[in-house]
């Protein structure tokens, strides 16, 4: 099942199911379901069938065309966001970094999620703007002290997510936090796809950024150091991940700051980031107005 989150003409913001030709939001489907997007992903994950439903209720209903519909971050406003940095040993290898046994985290915060189809902003204060492919990991039930053989059995789903950095802002402190946050940089979609559609921990998946159609950065899932398993294990160790709660898994090589020269997204490109099965999240650049 691949879930979408939008809002319609008068603002109302809906989770839906993706069908040919649309969406078919979540009111239409029972009033038996929960209303919001979290309740919903705690409510299959706990009641399977449900999963196994949803697809047939949607196929039943006239779809709404997409283009009557806003799309949102997939997860519009997750309790946390955890991202790995250096999770793929090439591009730890391009960036200079060692490969530890513990993997570098940081937090976005949800200010900084964009959707698909977005314009994704170069702010006024630097023009460093980098592309990120990544995969995007989708909580779903309570995790606290779970084993790596058991880790699974906490996701929802996954997604498509660009981690865009603004390198020098990145640098300036020992802490990656704030070139990472820069408003409406970290696109996130177009869809949720749910977990039993995809190989276990989404390994083996072709991993892709292009901009403007030219391949930038192209790797396998499995090429991760710390897979989705292990990371929610080592991460139950010290914190609890709640249904909703999005963990993004790193990117490969090939990112602009790391070429001779450096290339950086600029006003009028257009990066996608596809992930095999998953789908396409494409989003154009633009300057950020100054007003």
Aim: charged fraction near 15%.
């Amino acid at each position: 099942m691949r879930l979408l989150s939008a809002s319609n003409a008068q603002g109302d913001i809906h989770w839906a199911v993706q069908v040919p030709g649309g969406l078919v939001e979540g009111p239409r489907l029972g009033a038996d379901l929960p209303i919001t997007l979290h309740g919903l992903i705690h409510t299959c994950t706990e009641t399977p069938a449900l999963l196994a439903e949803l697809p047939r209720r949607a196929a039943a209903l006239a779809a709404s065309p997409l283009t009557a519909w806003t799309l949102l971050p997939v997860v519009p406003r997750p309790g946390k966001i955890i991202c790995l940095g250096v999770n793929y040993v090439d591009h730890a290898k391009e960036g200079g970094n060692s490969v530890g046994d513990y993997p570098s985290l940081f937090l976005r915060c949800t200010t900084s999620l964009l959707a698909h189809g977005e314009p994704l902003r170069v702010p006024t204060v630097s023009s460093k703007l980098d592309f990120e492919a990544e995969l995007a990991v989708v909580i779903g039930r309570r995790a606290r002290f779970v084993s790596e053989a058991e880790a699974l059995q906490h996701v929802f789903g996954y997604a498509c997510f660009n981690d865009a950095t603004l390198r020098d802002y990145q640098r300036r402190t020992t802490q990656w936090t704030i070139g990472k946050n820069f408003d409406g940089t970290g696109g996130f979609g177009p869809c949720l796809v749910t977990a039993d559609e995809l190989p276990p921990g989404c390994t083996g998946l072709q991993i892709q950024s292009r901009l403007n159609g030219k391949v930038m950065q192209s790797a396998t899932t499995s090429d991760m150091i710390f897979g989705v398993a292990r990371t929610i294990a080592l991460l139950s160790e010290s914190l609890t991940l709640e249904p909703g709660d999005v963990v993004v898994m790193g990117t490969p090589s090939g990112v602009g700051y790391a070429r001779t020269p450096p290339v950086w997204m600029k006003a009028g490109d257009t990066i996608d980031i596809e992930i095999e099965g998953i789908g396409v999240l494409s989003n154009p650049v633009a300057a950020t107005p100054l007003a």
